[in-house]
């Protein structure tokens, strides 16, 4: 089982930048990894997945064109720029990796080993 842990959330006015960050254990290659967010009363949707080591990268709709998921060179590190924040990204986000085994990486059900979270608040 792959550990993770983010950090970089926080609050900001909409239209602004955050960067979020993903550590995970292991020193597996490729790894595919994902961030996730929960708002308060909604189930836990994808937002970004990339396949550590190649260009393979998902976006959701809600999330193309605004937020950049990124490996971080020489670090077992998943980045997740976003821009443009709206109020609608307000949620609590998690990253989640796992090795590949056959399924895509996009299969989310299979990410099931959660870090503790961070925050991200987009005031209008």
């Known amino acids: 089982q792959v550990q993770v842990g983010e950090s970089g959330g926080g609050s900001v006015q909409a239209g602004g930048s955050l960067r979020l960050s993903c550590e995970y254990s292991?020193?597996?290659?490729?790894?595919?990894v994902a961030w996730f967010r929960q708002a308060p009363g909604k189930e836990r949707e994808a937002v970004a997945g990339?396949?550590?080591?190649?260009?393979?990268?998902y976006y959701t709709d809600s999330a193309k064109g605004r937020f950049t998921i990124s490996q971080e060179s020489a670090k077992n590190t998943v980045s997740l720029q976003m821009n443009s924040l709206k109020p609608e990204d307000t949620a609590m986000y998690h990253c989640?990796?796992?090795?590949?085994?056959?399924?895509?990486?996009?299969?989310?059900?299979?990410?099931?080993?959660w870090g503790q979270g961070t925050q991200v608040t987009v005031s209008s």
């Open positions: 989640a990796a796992v090795i590949p085994s056959g399924l895509s990486c996009w299969h989310f059900p299979q990410y099931k080993n």
């Open positions: 292991g020193k597996n290659a490729p790894m595919c």
């Open positions: 990339i396949l550590t080591g190649t260009t393979l990268t």
